[in-house]
């Protein structure tokens, strides 16, 4: 019965009601209505309810794996050289940058490591270093991240149960990767 009311207290006309609604769903710390809750609020035209959210997902969230995108034509070149040593060594001249990605496993593993979702900024850290400060502004998180560099990220969630973000990393003040695409689900 619960769970049916769920969408019901997240429609209401009410903005502050809305929020005062989503709030009190997330003090129930059940797992079924915070994940049902963050579903709708994901997809809600409200902005402050997904501020909200973003922020209850993140706190809760220990770590998370973004699967890192390739440019649509440089995707389609990799896969065809892959089984040609030589074009897959041309290939790479090319697009350097690729090489880097292939030995991250086209991945970025963050780990959340202190977050209070009544703040805006928290700290997280990858495989490549140490703690890094984070900021969430609405349903938006930006970080500076070490990734093969320094790696510019920002993700948000998608309607589709999707986190999807950028990437853009830079080596001595130099952006040496066009800026790639970030996914992840959501649940």
Request: hydrophobic share 40%; aromatic share 10%.
């Amino acid at each position: 019965d619960q769970l049916a009311r769920i969408p019901e207290l997240l429609a209401d006309p009410d903005p502050n009601a809305r929020t005062a609604n989503m709030e009190a769903i997330l003090k129930t710390n059940d797992a079924t209505m915070i994940q049902m809750a963050l579903r709708l609020a994901f997809q809600s035209d409200d902005a402050n309810l997904r501020s909200l959210a973003m922020r209850a997902y993140i706190a809760n969230l220990k770590e998370l794996t973004f699967d890192i995108v390739l440019p649509a034509q440089v995707e389609q070149q990799y896969e065809a050289v892959q089984d040609d040593p030589q074009k897959s060594a041309e290939f790479l001249k090319t697009y350097p940058y690729v090489g880097a990605l292939v030995q991250l496993g086209f991945k970025v593993h963050l780990k959340f490591l202190r977050y209070n979702s009544s703040e805006p900024t928290g700290d997280v850290q990858t495989t490549s270093g140490a703690p890094v400060p984070f900021t969430i502004s609405g349903d938006r998180l930006s970080a500076r991240v070490p990734v093969s560099g320094w790696c510019y990220i920002d993700f948000r969630p998608s309607n589709n149960m999707t986190l999807l973000g950028t990437m853009n990393c830079e080596q001595n003040g130099i952006f040496r990767f066009p800026r790639l695409g970030l996914s992840a689900p959501i649940f």
